[in-house]
């Protein structure tokens, strides 16, 4: 069934079903590389904000939880330009930190946080991202937990937004061409 987010329509593509099994897998991938190690989850706002809560909820073993708020995209395009609009709040020196993404395509937010993360010297950072757009993914940081590559189109839902709206939607829906 099509939805209209604002001026733009979107089709479903992947379903809360295959996003809920697949972030239990990942979390029970994470706890197993852990190795017994308390991890902060970092997630990055405001898209990331299902992804990390949905992922904790399967995490069985101990672990702790922060946000950083980066934006890098107005209306479908990305600026190429990340503002940090808010800061790291725990200190993650010598702490095993998984950043949690809700999308990558072009790269530029990872680049960003690792140079905001590297300031703090943590013992290991892992990338996890729900989606990522190889097309689009030019940089060589590499990515630990990849739940779905996609192809290189908008999408919206479970978190990720047009023009701030459509986060609340529980699934994700890609835009109709």
């Known amino acids: 069934m099509e939805i209209q987010v604002l001026d733009k329509v979107f089709v479903p593509f992947i379903s809360r079903e295959r996003i809920d099994t697949r972030l239990s897998e990942i979390a029970k991938q994470i706890e197993k590389d852990m190795n017994g ?10 898209g990331s904000f299902m992804v990390i809560s949905d992922l904790v909820k399967h995490y069985e ?17 990305s600026t190429n330009q990340v503002n940090q609009l ?4 725990i200190d993650v020196t010598d702490r095993r ?7 990558v395509d072009t790269g530029n937010t990872l680049v960003a946080l690792k140079k905001l993360f590297d ?11 729900l989606c990522l757009k190889p097309e689009a993914y030019t940089k060589d940081i590499p990515l630990d937990y990849v739940a ?17 709206h459509g986060r609340n939607i529980p699934e994700i829906y890609q ?3």
């Open 119 to 129: 300031q703090h010297r943590p013992k290991e950072v892992r990338i996890c991202t």
């Open 97 to 103: 930190v998984v950043i949690i993404e809700d999308i």
């Open 37 to 46: 190690d308390v991890p902060v989850f970092i997630g990055v706002l405001n």
């Open 61 to 77: 073993g101990s672990c702790e939880m922060s946000f950083v708020k980066m934006a890098s995209y107005i209306g479908t395009q």
């Open 86 to 89: 808010l800061g790291l709040d």
């Open 175 to 177: 835009i109709k061409e």
């Open 148 to 164: 779905f590559e996609i192809e290189n189109k908008f999408i919206v839902g479970y978190g990720m937004d047009y023009n701030k």
